[in-house]
């Protein structure tokens, strides 16, 4: 059974913080698992219904750097079938599974080419990135795929034609027709055009942050291409946060980490993030069937902080249920 079939559902975007005074470059392999699985442990117990495995790594870089290793591919940009693999999955326990987030084809051009449009590059990436999506599904680790394209729509350094951007999703998604396959974009410019791709089935808008956002999906689109939303009901752009509470109140929360906590929390409480998503709902109706934060929450101060916004999603999420009897 699909999840987009039993309503809407709860999901993170994948980064989050480290604890206090630990270094990626520290841990061995097994310590760094270790931390990846008590974090997906973490997120479950927010409340989080679909948790993204901890993405601890750079986005770019945990899989540009298998890409362009010459020991590792079949061709310039285009990754062995078998070195296509998640390190992090591997600490998903046994029977579990999480949503597997994997950087999409634009963003990884533009990392590497910037304004350029080699399009035979392009589609080599986005194959790669079936690769890697198509190992995690054979390992049974999959509730939910998500390409990750926080450029499109945003960056001038995208210079593809439509039809150019569309082949490179279209390829890349591939692997996951069939099953809930999100496209996470920062920007709805390219959100119908997204809703095109066989492949995707669920378009992510960043719309806690920018509720105007949503003005811009036409829902009868949705309709037609059978596609849905992941509507974000939790803002995670804290330095802007931050900074209009200090304007506002002449003080600087970085320096009280404590007085920071509890101004955020009371921004984002559960009650403003029930009032987001009954908004997009009333938009939306069956057609939204995701929701969570905006983005990532790694650039939060603290885990407990990041763990304590989640588990205001899972408030609001369980009110509204109640509210519309869901």
Known sequence: MLLRDEGIFFDDIGSYPLPKGVRLESLSRDQYLQLVRDV??????????????????DMIRMFMDPIEDPRLVESPYLIKKENASILELQAVPPGQKARVCVTGPLELYISAFGATNYT?????????????????KDLGKITVASLDEPS????????????????????????????????HLHSPLYAELCALVPGISIV???????????KLIDRKLLEETDTYLRAGIARTDILSMA?????QKGINLWDDMARLEKEILDLESPLVMKKRLSAAFSQFGERLRATGPDC?????????????????CAMALRAFREEKGL
């Open 296 to 312: 990532g929450l790694g650039s939060w101060p603290s885990q407990d902080l990041a763990s304590r916004t989640l588990a205001n």
């Open 152 to 183: 499109l729509g945003i960056s001038s350094n995208i210079v593809f034609s439509q039809d150019e951007i569309l082949k490179a999703l279209e390829i890349a998604s591939l692997p996951c027709q069939g099953m809930d396959c999100e496209v």
């Open 204 to 214: 992510g808008i960043e719309s806690a942050a920018h509720p105007d956002y949503l």
């Open 120 to 136: 035979d590059i392009l589609y080599r990436l986005a194959e790669s990135v079936a690769r890697f999506l198509k190992n995690a």
């Open 243 to 247: 900074a209009r509470v200090n304007e």
């Open 40 to 57: 997906l442990a973490q997120k479950v117990d927010a409340g989080v219904e679909v948790p993204t495995y901890p993405q601890f790594r």
